[in-house]
């Protein structure tokens, strides 16, 4: 069957559920458009945890099944999610307030392994996610777009990440989205003591 063609409109809501519409965005999703056409932005919460890390999972088997050796299934688990949740923010994006979860991503205010330490002028997005069976195209773009807005709401100004050294092709992806390639830190430490190269990249807000 050919895909349908969706809308899909970005909304911020407080913790109350309500929401308000940002923009459009054009989406293809494979098999038909989900019901209930809104991507709704929430603050994840200790209930999320699962969901974060099935995400998360998925995300890494569709990196594997192309070629990409970057994530790996497993490696992240809840007790990952739970120590974001209270050491920064973790945001969900859904299908309406109560369809599907679409992806996610978190936001840190301080990265010392990357960017070792620096004054309180920025916000580092990390694991920004898509589930890319359900989520229209485009969502990973609306995504960061909406943790930018969230950084410059909190003040600051520049919005910060890193990207692996060796994959090129995610390192465009932001350079089209407005990011300047600022350096590279040679040996971030991952988990298990693990170091590996990673692009430094920014954008001013």
Known sequence: MAPDLCRAMAAEVDGRGRGEVSRRVEGVVDGGCPSGGVVVHRRAGEADVGTLVALRDGAAR???ARGIDQWKPGEMGEEHFRRRLVEGEVWLASLGEK???VGAWELWWEDPGAWGEQPPVSGYVHRLMVDRELAPRGTG???LERAERRIAAAGREL???DCVAHNPRLREY???A???VVGEQPAKQGKGGKSYAVTLL???L
Do not use: D, H, I
Request: proline fraction near 5%; glycine fraction near 10%.
């Open 62 to 64: 569709w990196q594997l």
């Open 99 to 101: 369809g599907p979860v």
């Open 141 to 143: 773009r609306l995504l």
């Open 159 to 161: 919005c910060r990440l």
């Open 174 to 176: 932001y350079v089209a």
């Open 178 to 180: 407005g990011y300047t």
């Open 202 to 204: 920014e954008k001013r």
